[in-house]
């Protein structure tokens, strides 16, 4: 995620997930890229099928 190619409003909520973030871990140096919503599925060998894992939510793609 190349910080000159966003908009200012892109940029400013990149600068706030970030401040957020490290609040958590505050050794993350930059955020590659994010994703409003995502949902974990998990392969079920023996049917053949995906299972919910009831985990969603943000995805934020970090460098420490």
Do not use: C
């Not at 973030?21 to 050794?27: A, G, N, P, T």
Request: net charge positive; charged share 25%.
């Amino acid at each position: 995620m190349a910080p000159g190619k966003l908009s200012p409003d892109a940029r400013r909520k990149l600068a706030a997930n970030l401040q957020v973030l490290r609040r958590y871990d505050s050794q993350i140096e930059a955020l590659i890229d994010t994703t409003s919503h995502v949902v974990l599925y998990q392969f079920q060998e023996e049917n053949q099928t995906w299972a919910n894992k009831e985990v969603e939510g943000a995805l934020f793609i970090f460098k420490r």
